[in-house]
C-alpha cells in the first residue's frame, strides 16, 4: 500500500426526505495531506435502513459520489470494515469486494461485536477512533490512520467528507472523473 497514489475518503449524510448525500476527498498521498479533488452526489431515493444490513443502504450512495471521481486505489469509510473478529463483512468489506479495492473502515464509537477493531488515539485526543480493514492488513491500516493529515481525532479528509455530506461546505477542487 505505500505506493498508492489516488485515495479517497467517503461519508454519507441521508435527509429527511429519503434522500442521501454522498461526499468524496481525493487525495494523492496516503497522509491525505493535498486534496486532488471534492465530489458530491445526490441521490433521490435510498433503502431504508436495515440492522445488521448498512451496506444495502449506504454502498449505492458511495457507488454514485465514486462514478464521480478518478479511479481509487485505496478507500477510508466512516463505520467499520469488519464486524467482529471473524471477519463478519461490514459495510467496508462489501465496499472492498463490490470496488475491487482495499477499505478502511474509521468508525467514532465502538461496536458491540467488534472487539477485534485497532484503537487508535490521533492528535491530543483522549478517545479512541476504531480502525477496522478489508483487503490490507489492519496494521497498515492503523498505521495509515495515524498518519493521515490533522491534528484532531477526526482525520481532516474524514472531517471534510462529512461536512461536504451533510451540506455544511461546498467542494472546493471538482475535476472530471480521470
Do not use: W
Amino acid at each position: 500500500m505505500e505506493h498508492a497514489t489516488t485515495v479517497g475518503a467517503v461519508d454519507v449524510h441521508y435527509d429527511d426526505q429519503g434522500g442521501a448525500r454522498a461526499a468524496l476527498v481525493v487525495c494523492r498521498k496516503l497522509t491525505y495531506s493535498a486534496v486532488e479533488s471534492e465530489h458530491v452526489a445526490s441521490i433521490a431515493q435510498v433503502e431504508p435502513y436495515e440492522p445488521g444490513a448498512l451496506f444495502k443502504r449506504e454502498l449505492p450512495c458511495i457507488r454514485a459520489v465514486l462514478a464521480l471521481g478518478p479511479r481509487l486505489e485505496l478507500l477510508v469509510i466512516d463505520g467499520y470494515a469488519t464486524l467482529d473478529p471473524h471477519g463478519r463483512p461490514g459495510l467496508g468489506a462489501h465496499a472492498a469486494e463490490a470496488l475491487g479495492i482495499p477499505v478502511i473502515g474509521v468508525a467514532k464509537t465502538p461496536f458491540r461485536t467488534a472487539t477485534h477493531a485497532a484503537e487508535v488515539i490521533r492528535g491530543i485526543a483522549t478517545r479512541p477512533l476504531y480502525v477496522t480493514a478489508a483487503g490490507l492488513d489492519v496494521a497498515e491500516a492503523v498505521r495509515i490512520v495515524r498518519a493521515m493529515t490533522g491534528p484532531n481525532r477526526i482525520p481532516d479528509a474524514l472531517a471534510r467528507a462529512d461536512r461536504l455530506a451533510r451540506g455544511r461546505a461546498q467542494p472546493s477542487i471538482v475535476r472530471g472523473a480521470v
